[in-house]
């Protein structure tokens, strides 16, 4: 009766784990999902990188403010160490101002400029954002991928001890040798060891993880211990890599350039400016005369004549060439991205298919682990099979966490390579 008892609590703790870990389990993902979008909204509020893209970005709007500016007025005073005489009088000294002005539209040009190159910084945060939130989902899985495969290992670890309540059993009765009990115990050290391995690949990925999220490197993170795929993939399209932050800035950097352009005609144009000068005038004394000492007020208009324009054509021609430059940098990213979604695309098939025929080979492993069992009843129980069967067991639970993970780590991916907002 023991026995039975023991090939019984054999049979439903390794069957348990098939089912948790295959089930669409619709409430667990759906935490699971708040519980990392809550981490990503933590990183990208608290993430120093993230930070400096938004200084970066105001001092580019601080920017748009500059540009509203005009030449300064220029002042000059003079004094006549030797007097000139008028017919009025003498000059005393000269007081003049004057102030240029820029063309018309070139003030505008220049805010419009300054303000295109917020707008490219802005994109810059947006795909800051978006990489950082990849990360942070990588790291996430990567860390559900070691506490899954460490519950594994602490199941099997009992499923192991159990067996060896049974070979010492066995022993005793003369329907097994030591060498069983040994060859079972050997097994546990391994999976010991690799647990505690796994313990501390997880306290690197916990502190960087951590690193993320900008917290102290030993804070606790939270995570599923199962996940199950979908019974149907999330629709995208290749049209939504158009719409990618990482094409977007070039778009807006070209339209920078466009601006800078504009600006350069503005500022080819010439310049006017208007001034005063004022000479004070001494009154004569040896004789009196009609406006005797009468001061002297001189408005100016001057104009500045572009001659030598060779500047402005040659920055016409470089925003020329930059802008061809910035066309053939978009296609290329373009490719890059279109072959990242290819292969993340594949790669979460090929995760699907592994799921699915990795659960198939578990559930026929435990099939062949009841039989195992059942024959113990009879006496006819084979410990070194038990332990292939065992071994198997591990192998295809380890391969369906990390053909989950896998799974959801390239959904991350082509979500962030297509995701419109």
Do not use: C
Not at 173 to 182: E, I, M, N, P, Y
Not at 330 to 357: G, M, T, Y
Request: charged share 25%.
């Amino acid at each position: 009766m023991q026995h039975q008892v023991s090939s019984v609590q054999v049979s439903a703790s390794s069957f348990q784990f098939l089912i948790t870990l295959t089930l669409a389990l619709v409430a667990q993902n759906f935490a699971s999902a708040q519980s990392l979008e809550s981490y990503i909204e933590e990183a990208t509020a608290s993430n120093p990188e993230i930070q400096a893209f938004e200084l970066r970005y105001n001092i580019a709007e601080e920017k748009v403010n500059e540009a509203n500016w005009i030449p300064n007025t220029e002042v000059s005073a003079g004094y006549f160490l030797s007097e000139t005489e008028t017919r009025v009088g003498a000059q005393r000294a000269r007081i003049g101002f004057k102030q240029m002005l820029p063309w018309f539209g070139t003030i505008s040009a220049r805010e419009n400029y300054a303000s295109s190159m917020a707008e490219a910084e802005f994109v810059e945060i947006t795909i800051a954002k978006r990489k950082l939130g990849l990360s942070v989902a990588e790291t996430y899985y990567k860390l559900y991928e070691i506490r899954a495969k460490q519950i594994v290992l602490v199941e099997n670890i009992q499923l192991l001890e159990t067996y060896e309540r049974l070979a010492l059993t066995s022993v005793e009765v003369g329907k097994a040798s030591a060498v069983d009990v040994l060859r079972l115990q050997i097994r546990q050290n391994e999976l010991v060891q690799d647990k505690k391995v796994l313990e501390q690949q997880a306290f690197g990925i916990q502190a960087a993880f951590n690193s993320l999220l900008n917290r102290d490197h030993d804070v606790p993170i939270e995570t599923v211990t199962e996940l199950a795929l979908p019974e149907e993939e999330t629709a995208f399209s290749y049209d939504g890599l158009s719409l990618n932050p990482e094409l977007l800035k070039y778009d807006k950097l070209y339209e920078s350039v466009a601006q800078s352009e504009l600006l350069n005609q503005r500022e080819s144009a010439p310049m006017i400016g208007f001034g005063l000068d004022y000479l004070p005038v001494s009154k004569r004394t040896d004789m009196d005369l009609f406006e005797n000492g009468k001061d002297i007020v001189m408005p100016m208009v001057s104009v500045t004549i572009p001659i030598f324009n060779n500047r402005y054509k040659s920055i016409s021609k470089q925003n020329e060439l930059r802008q061809q430059e910035i066309e053939t940098q978009k296609d290329q990213r373009l490719n890059v991205l279109e072959s990242a979604l290819a292969k993340a695309i594949s790669q979460r098939n090929q995760a699907r298919i592994k799921f699915e025929i990795q659960t198939k080979n578990l559930k026929q492993a435990q099939d062949a682990e009841e039989i195992l069992i059942k024959n113990y009843e009879t006496g006819t129980i084979d410990f070194n099979d038990v332990l292939d069967i065992q071994e198997l067991q591990v192998k295809f639970q380890m391969n369906l966490i990390e053909a989950a993970q896998m799974y959801y780590v390239q959904s991350a991916l082509i979500n962030y390579l297509t995701k419109q907002t």
